[in-house]
């Protein structure tokens, strides 16, 4: 693990920027709901079964978002081994001596963001939000990206190859309504390019 490694700023921005935010949920979500969230975020983890119907008891009318989260939780390493592959398309040389995500430890630092994103859109999908980012966290996220001089375009790139494969584990019809969610981080992760 490079962790060791990593400096006490880099350490810090890293704890500040959980770019997840219930905040905004009181209005649709009871305090019990949003408890499951923030455990599940706390823990950095995926929503667990139980998680989901514990979930569908407090909000009932959450059933096909419920479905949506598990479907992707379920297939998390299929996602983001599709996003990873777009990036080496996209950018051949980047996993290189000299390319981005060089040396290794670089490019599995991309995945396991790519794996964490993809858990923070699950996070909105079941709870029917797709403003579930934090700003203020999003600012310390784009300072840990500047201080470890993340490649962002690839990013960028991940981020979209997330939302299509995701996508693809959809019906076509639920696919126009879950776009938001995807959309709503890969805007939010294009305003760290300018």
């Known amino acids: 693990m ?4 990593l400096s ?5 921005l890293i704890q500040k920027a959980r770019i997840v935010s219930f905040a905004t949920w009181h209005n649709t979500h009871p305090a019990a709901a949003i408890q499951l ?3 599940a975020d706390d823990q950095r983890r995926y929503l667990t079964d139980d998680d989901c119907q514990q979930l569908q008891k407090l909000v009932p009318d959450t ?3 419920i479905l949506v989260t598990q479907i992707l939780r379920d297939r998390v390493n299929d996602i983001v081994d599709e996003a990873r592959t777009e990036v080496l398309k996209t950018f051949p040389n980047i996993t290189q001596s000299g390319g981005g995500l060089y040396p290794p430890e670089r490019a599995e630092a991309c995945c396991r963001d790519f794996w964490h994103f993809l858990r923070c859109i699950t996070y909105g999908i079941a709870g029917g939000h797709t403003d579930y980012t934090s700003a203020e966290s999003l600012h310390y996220m784009q300072l840990l990206y500047q201080e470890l001089r993340v490649p ?5 790139v991940g981020l979209e190859g997330i939302k299509v494969a995701s ?3 959809l019906e076509p019809q639920q696919q126009e309504i879950f776009a938001p969610y995807f959309d ?3 805007g939010q992760l294009q305003q760290f390019q300018n």
């Open 2 to 5: 490079i962790k060791p490694q």
């Open 8 to 12: 006490e700023k880099v350490q810090e």
């Open 37 to 39: 969230f923030q455990i």
């Open 63 to 65: 059933a096909e978002l």
């Open 152 to 156: 962002l375009d690839a990013m960028v």
């Open 167 to 169: 996508l693809q584990c």
């Open 184 to 186: 709503h981080l890969i």
